[in-house]
């Protein structure tokens, strides 16, 4: 059973944070280019292409294990935003915005977890 990705709000929030955490972190030092900010970006866009690859899954088993790892990947992104601030890299503002914005990806993410797996 495919399901839409571009229907979910889970996809848009998390295909929002890709495009926030790659403008957030072109300025980053030069040294952090294939350290810290590649981290950031890949993890940003696992948690949205886990997202894509479980709903093109056939069955809700498999949905719910892509929609895991994405948990994982949006958890990952959010504590390397918070690392990202603490040594002075992102503006602690844009670091609050992302914080925020991870937070609300992930609750949604388990939202529709839950949703998922008590059915």
């Known amino acids: 059973m495919s399901r839409d990705h571009r229907k979910l709000d889970v996809f848009t929030l998390a295909d929002q944070l890709v495009l926030d955490i790659y403008r ?4 980053f030092p030069a040294p952090e280019r294939y350290g810290l900010q590649s981290q950031m970006r890949r993890a940003a866009v696992s948690t949205a292409c886990n997202i894509v690859e479980g709903s093109a899954r056939r069955t809700t088993r498999e949905y719910v294990h892509f929609l895991n790892v994405a948990t994982g990947s949006a958890a990952e992104a959010e504590y390397l935003v918070t ?3 603490r040594l002075e890299i992102l503006p602690a503002t844009r670091a609050d915005d992302l914080i925020r914005a ?4 992930s609750a949604s993410l388990r939202a529709l977890l839950r949703s998922l797996v008590d059915d």
């Open 24 to 27: 957030s972190s072109n300025d």
């Open 102 to 105: 991870y937070g609300k990806l």
């Open 83 to 85: 690392l990202a601030e």
